[in-house]
């Protein structure tokens, strides 16, 4: 059995998290500035010690020194002193970096057809009319077979589904040209964003963040996430795909003598911020049912508030460090906090939260029989890690010494939708110009060796030869890169609203 993990001490008591319940999740809240960074670095070095595998974001960047030994800081090696941590030394935890962007760690990505259209909807900000648009492309792509991938994937469908409404309207009902344009228009910002990198192959393998490192300890994964965070929408997206595909992929577990993840969810606030029903019924779904997959999730947050109520009371583990009670909400916070841990009659819970210093936290961790220990003022212990970022060269060897080293970094775009209604477009353009070629010679020869009477083309010739090069020419424009970003603009207004 895994031994407990100590997180805080102080003049009377230690405080440790038992690795057999640390898959009944958890609360780290706190104002900024109170130390919550320092605790996650010393949950996730302690998680790691006994080879359980972490992943974690890095919103300010602060986390990526967990990769190097600590040292040379005299306000650790006071605590130390403080706690009497005869155990302690400085070490560096075994790091795997990741980042959307492909810049500070391995590139992340997922296709559009993993992501689903639940996400992606709440992704792009649709309105339920513009989600079942959504939903009857997915639907149409699965029926026909072709594969979504990446953006253009799915930008080449709404245009085609669009441009075909009539031919799909019995089965998969109305697709109005104004919740596909809206749809589209919502996947340029996304681009703009750079989301863009986020869609595409390879894809993720989960098993790559549930490693342990030759010596038994658990590799912490680091999702750099200082620029992803200037896109709250996609940074909350992204770990909440993480998190359902956990929950679908995993199998079932049971009690487990420690966990095989743990998942810190930092910022949490931004995962349930206007979340539509749909989205908050899958979100308490997974995290009431994930831990029997053996995960553990840690939402970090400086106000308590920010947790729906149905999520909070299922964080069994909690860490709360100084909040502040300026404002009536900040008040009501101090009460909520205080009334969610159970009681200690030596201590005055709402009055100490406004009182905590630095490094300082309010702890109350499960028991044995899974029942909250009271709650205890604590400081929180130190890490060994190095508390601030890692330099870019430190970032850049660790990234080199990974063992995914070279996979990710490969892009692969292999053939789905956008390929398949490309080579549509362009046949069917080149079987438009060959029929022309042939009316246009069997004319002029007529003409020319004459005398026979002239053949009279219907009256909507004019009409059709006009609509047949437009064809020819959006096919030719979609060869280019500058060229799709003009058809993806144009095409349903030129061709989408013809009668």
Not at 1 to 16: C, D, G, R, T, V
Not at 379 to 403: H, L, M, W, Y
Request: aromatic share 6%.
């Amino acid at each position: 059995m895994s031994q407990p993990i100590l997180i805080a001490k102080n003049h009377e008591l230690s405080s440790f998290i038992l690795p057999k319940m640390a898959n009944r999740h958890g609360l780290i809240a706190g104002a900024t500035g109170t130390g919550k960074t320092v605790t996650l670095q010393t949950l996730a070095e302690g998680f790691s010690k006994i080879g359980v595998p972490v992943f974690m974001a890095d919103v300010k960047g602060d986390l990526s020194g967990m990769s190097q030994a600590g040292g040379g800081n005299s306000k650790i090696e006071a605590r130390v002193q403080q706690l009497a941590l005869t155990e302690f030394s400085y070490a560096k935890s075994p790091v795997t970096f990741w980042d959307v962007f492909g810049e500070k760690g391995h590139p992340v990505r997922t296709t559009i057809a993993e992501m689903g259209p639940l996400l992606l909807s709440r992704l792009l900000n649709l309105n339920d009319v513009q989600a079942g648009v959504l939903n009857a492309i997915f639907k149409i792509a699965d029926d026909k077979g072709w594969l979504m991938l990446d953006l253009k994937d799915l930008r080449a469908m709404m245009q085609y589904v669009a441009e075909n409404s009539a031919e799909y309207q019995a089965q998969y009902g109305n697709i109005s040209a104004a919740s596909a344009g809206a749809v589209q228009r919502a996947l340029l910002q996304l681009e703009t964003e750079g989301a863009d990198r986020l869609f595409g192959e390879p894809g993720l393998n989960l098993d790559d963040l549930m490693q342990t490192d030759s010596k038994g300890h658990g590799v912490i994964n680091i999702l750099a996430s200082d620029k992803l965070f200037n896109s709250p929408r996609i940074y909350a997206t992204l770990l909440l795909w993480l998190l359902s595909e956990l929950f679908e992929k995993l199998p079932e577990a049971g009690d487990l003598d420690k966990p095989k993840l743990v998942f810190f969810f930092d910022e949490a606030h931004l995962l349930f911020n206007d979340a539509p029903t749909a989205l908050m019924e899958k979100i308490e779904q997974v995290v009431r049912l994930i831990r029997s997959k053996g995960v553990g999730v840690y939402f970090v947050s400086q106000n308590p508030l920010d947790i729906p109520d149905v999520v909070l009371g299922q964080l069994g583990n909690r860490v709360q460090h100084a909040l502040r009670a300026f404002t009536p909400r900040d008040q009501k916070a101090v009460k909520s906090a205080a009334t969610t841990f159970r009681a200690n009659a030596k201590l005055n819970v709402e009055t100490a939260i406004t009182e905590l210093g630095v490094g300082e936290a309010l702890v109350s961790f499960l028991d044995e029989k899974g029942i909250p220990t009271p709650v205890e003022r604590t400081f929180i212990c130190p890490p060994g890690g190095r508390i601030g970022p890692a330099t870019d060269s430190e970032r850049a060897q660790t990234v080199k010494s990974s063992n995914v080293y070279g996979f990710y970094e490969k892009h692969v775009d292999r053939e789905s939708a956008y390929e398949i209604l490309k080579a549509r477009a362009e046949q069917a353009a080149a079987t438009t110009s060959e029929a022309e070629t042939s009316e246009s010679s069997g004319f002029d020869w007529g003409g020319i060796l004459g005398g026979g009477t002239d053949k009279k083309k219907p009256s909507s010739s004019r009409s059709d030869s006009v609509l047949e090069a437009a064809a020819k020419s959006v096919a030719r424009t979609v060869g280019s890169e500058l060229g799709r970003q003009i058809v993806r603009g144009i095409l349903g207004g030129i061709l989408g609203g013809r009668k």
